[in-house]
């Protein structure tokens, strides 16, 4: 056959089933293709361009797609083996279809090993995945159908490896697609090279008996057809075949019996128009022949995964010869052949194109198939043209599969916590990418590594899309920043005691320490603090523990008071629960006062050796201001005179106060980073701290410190100072 003959054929396959096609459009792929391939050769001599039309050819005849798969299929070898680009058939044809040839292209570029199952899983789902659009696979297996018929021109080795990949790759995915003759077909090819012994046994055993068994298939199905027609039963055909090699060799193998001992090779076809005559047809049969017990399976009522629908049972014929009937109508006959492929026949529009509602049966497909043991897969399937998942490679060729929008991070912890806490940096397909670069379907990545990295920082928590990796960079930092986190744990500890009024030192060494360690799952404090620190636990949960218990502190402190001392005034008197802040306590002498409720303003946070002055407030004692902030201006104290009160630091200040400081800066990327180790570098304890970046390159750094005094923070403000960039270092107030 010449190569215009055989596009002929084409033409006239496709005329058979979609006599609307685009053929100006088929016919100028033929063109484009024969030009392009010129002179290449397949193995067997024959032009190259005979293998993209007998895939056309395949795609036509088998999975009757539409005129652009058919298009596609001409060309889905020009961009890989052609001068032909992308843009090249964007511009001659469509991008849909330099898509669909790219996309083909794509899943030929993936290298296969040989691999365990569950690389064999990721790789399908991989293909899956990389596959947008479902016709991409489709003629993907078209491809591997024709080249899997005529691989007898390919050395030993390609023939094995192809085999191999076609059956644990592309005959699964034939399957879940629902495409049994394409699946059969692709299973006995790979059989055929993969055990060729075994294959020959078999097709030698079948050929030798093959005028028996034709006879047999014959005098059965003239049976049925006899029984049907005198029942009065409309079908529209019977016809009865042997088992495909591969699932013979299967239940050689799963039963250890040699052909002759496989007596299940015979199967009948029974197609009908309805439903009611498929059970109708069930009764004849088990009338006709002897059911096997256990050997009815209703794949009507409940369709397969895949969407496959028949009645099953198993009969022993006369000769006592058992043998399978499959009854369906001719719907489910068409989608039992072809799958999805059918699918797209049944929703083609009017003008015989594939429509919006292509896609339609295919969701129902994944939808049905999700309650299967491959509802892994399903999921990934549905969500392929819609996805969440992204499938890359390490450099040796393992596929892992990660969340949608995953990064090198995330990757890196999928090999193990190790690789990740010692990653430097990343390669995708041997270029360095920045560490949130987003991995692509396909893409071969290599973590960068040394022993001496630094370790995760905290940023990544943000940049890494997977539990598993956020978790293990999490359990690094519980691990390597202990001091750290007990540190900042004790800090958010005893701040949280200090909002319901009670001291560390109330809880520390006390009773309380005991009640609380007794509720929790840490032996000591710093246990305790480490798991704060590092967001194991939270501050607020430990002091809800201990709750009742301080609030009975509360009650007995008050009622001691009481008992020892006359109530200053009423004001103090309807407040019991309001926790007392003695001057002891808060490190503040109030001039005159003793006892007296003493709180820090917000608007200036002094620190001991600050000038301070007091503001009687009404009824929440005295706040301690600055003397240089503005709310305790000259002006301010003439208009509220007779509320300020003289206040000085006491001998007894506590070890730390809070208080705020603006850091103004030109923007740059290792502010905050700078900002950071100066405030470890000089012990400081914070609390909060935020940098807002204005438009015009600067930054403003907001912090909340504790510190013991005005010395230790002028040391502070010193450093923050010489960081370079920085213009100002501020105290807020007013
Ligand atoms: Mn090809």
Redesign the pocket.
């Known amino acids: 056959m010449t190569v215009q003959e055989q596009y002929d054929h084409l033409v006239e396959t496709i005329k058979g089933y979609n006599p609307g096609a685009d053929f100006a459009m088929i016919d100028k792929a033929y063109h484009y293709a024969v030009e392009h391939h010129g002179e290449q050769k397949r193995k067997d001599g024959s032009p190259y361009v005979t293998?993209?039309i007998a895939?056309a050819q395949i795609v036509a005849d088998e999975l009757h797609l539409d005129s652009e798969s058919i298009v596609a299929a001409l060309l889905?070898?020009t961009i890989e083996d052609t001068d032909v680009t992308y843009e090249d058939v964007s511009r001659e044809f469509s991008p849909t279809i330099a898509n669909l040839v790219e996309g083909v292209s794509k899943l030929?570029r993936v290298v296969y090993t040989t691999k365990e199952e569950e690389q064999m899983e990721n790789l399908r789902k991989m293909l899956m995945a990389m596959s947008r659009d479902i016709r991409v696979i489709l003629i993907k297996i078209a491809?591997r159908t024709h080249?899997m018929r005529t691989m007898e021109y390919q050395s030993k080795e390609k023939q094995r490896q192809k085999s191999l990949e076609t059956m644990e790759i592309y005959a699964p995915i034939a399957h879940r697609l629902g495409m049994q003759r394409m699946k059969w077909e692709l299973e006995d090819t790979s059989l055929k090279y993969l055990d060729p012994v075994a294959y020959n046994e078999i097709e030698t055993s079948l050929e030798s008996k093959r005028e028996e068994y034709d006879a047999f298939l014959a005098r059965v199905t003239r049976q049925i057809e006899d029984r049907l027609h005198e029942m009065h039963i409309p079908f529209h055909r019977v016809y009865g075949r042997m088992k495909h090699p591969y699932s013979i060799y299967r239940k050689m193998f799963a039963q250890s019996k040699t052909m002759d001992e496989v007596l299940d090779l015979f199967a009948f076809r029974v197609i009908v128009d309805t439903v009611a005559d498929c059970y109708n047809v069930l009764g004849i049969i088990h009338d006709l022949y002897r059911p096997l017990p256990g050997r009815f399976k209703d794949y009507i009522g409940t369709p397969k995964p895949n969407m496959y629908q028949s009645l099953h049972t198993t009969v022993m014929g006369n000769s006592g010869i058992p043998f399978e009937v499959q009854i369906r109508t001719q719907e489910m006959h068409e989608i039992a052949e072809y799958g999805i492929a059918a699918h797209w026949k049944y929703k083609r529009g009017i003008s015989g194109e594939a429509s919006e509602g292509t896609y339609e049966w295919v969701r129902k497909l994944l939808e049905n198939q999700e309650n299967t043991d491959a509802e892994e897969f399903i999921h990934t399937l549905k969500v392929d043209m819609f996805a969440d998942e992204v499938f890359v490679f390490s450099p040796k060729g393992d596929v892992t599969n990660l969340p949608a929008g995953a990064t090198p991070i995330d990757f890196a912890y999928s090999i193990h916590s190790a690789v990740g806490n010692r990653m430097t940096g990343a390669k995708v397909n041997g270029r360095i990418v920045p560490l949130d670069y987003k991995l692509q379907n396909g893409d071969i990545v290599e973590i960068l590594t040394a022993n001496n990295a630094h370790g995760p920082s905290r940023d990544w928590l943000s940049i890494a899309k997977s539990t598993e990796a956020r978790g293990k960079i999490r359990q690094w930092f519980k691990r390597e920043k202990r001091p750290e986190n007990i540190v900042n744990g004790r800090a958010a500890f005893e701040a949280e005691l200090k909002h319901v009024g009670v001291p560390l030192s109330d809880v520390v060494g006390t009773e309380l320490e005991t009640t609380l360690l007794k509720k929790l799952p840490y032996s000591t404090m710093d246990d305790m603090y480490a798991a704060i620190g590092y967001g194991g636990f939270s501050a607020q949960k430990a002091v809800g523990r201990i709750h009742e218990e301080i609030q009975r502190l509360h009650r007995q402190r008050q009622a001691e008071k009481e008992a020892t001392e006359p109530v200053p005034d009423n004001a103090s008197a309807t407040r019991p629960a309001i926790p007392q802040r003695t001057k002891s306590e808060q490190g503040i002498i109030v001039e005159g006062l003793s006892n007296c409720l003493v709180k820090f303003s917000k608007c200036c946070t002094p620190v001991p050796g600050d000038d301070i002055v007091g503001f009687i407030t009404r009824g929440y004692g005295v706040s301690v201001h600055r003397c240089d902030c503005p709310n305790a201006s000259k002006e301010r104290r003439k208009e509220t005179e007779g509320r300020w009160i003289k206040v000085s630091w006491g001998s007894d200040v506590r070890e730390s106060y809070l208080t705020a400081l603006e850091v103004f800066a030109k923007d740059s990327a290792h502010l905050v980073l700078d900002v950071s180790s100066v405030l470890s570098t000089t012990n400081t304890r914070v609390k909060f701290l935020s940098a807002d970046a204005t438009s015009d390159g600067y930054a403003v750094v907001r912090l909340q410190i504790y510190v013991p005094d005005s010395a230790q923070l002028a040391t502070v403000m010193r450093k923050l100072n010489q960081i370079s960039g920085v213009m100002k270092v501020d105290r807020p107030a007013g």
């Open positions: 293998h993209p895939v889905h070898d030929s491809d080249n």
